[in-house]
């Protein structure tokens, strides 16, 4: 299958804008690298990502982005998505989100969705805040062993 050149949405205003807001969210690499992958089957898909998600909701100035991101943390970890946390993890920092706002949304999170999702979420984005520098590398421990009296 042929790939596209670009989203048809290229042509449009709401998607050129939309396009836009992503890339100062998410960052030029992240989305150079999705249109990159972009092909006849999932073009639809990211012409409706550019225009409805990223302009016609992402652009309404009645949050702030550091709130939409908040937000979307928190749904993602409802929802147990991983893959797309970690993309919007990046979008939160990016936003100005700081670590500890972060963690406090995880944790309030945890209230409504659960433990189990918000535990899943706590490792993945304690690992990605390693790996980006937000937070140190963690020191081993010794397991201290009890000795055994006789």
Request: hydrophobic fraction near 40%; charged fraction near 25%; glycine fraction near 6%.
């Amino acid at each position: 299958m042929a790939k596209a050149k670009r989203p048809a949405n290229k042509n449009s205003s709401r998607g050129a804008k939309g396009e836009q807001q992503r890339r100062r969210v998410l960052g030029d690499d992240y989305v150079d690298a999705s249109l990159a992958g972009m092909d006849d089957f999932n073009r639809e898909l990211l012409t409706f990502i550019h225009e409805w998600v990223w302009h016609d909701v992402w652009m309404r100035p009645q949050l702030l982005l550091k709130t939409r991101s908040l937000i979307n943390l928190a749904l993602l970890t409802a929802l147990n998505r991983p893959r797309e946390l970690l993309i919007h993890l990046r979008g939160a920092l990016n936003n100005g989100c700081s670590v500890t706002e972060i963690k406090e949304v995880l944790l309030h999170t945890a209230l409504y969705a659960g433990i189990p999702a918000t535990i899943d979420s706590f490792h993945v984005v304690r690992e990605a805040l390693i790996k980006l520098g937000h937070l140190p590398k963690p020191k081993l421990k010794k397991a201290k062993r009890k000795s055994a009296s006789r």
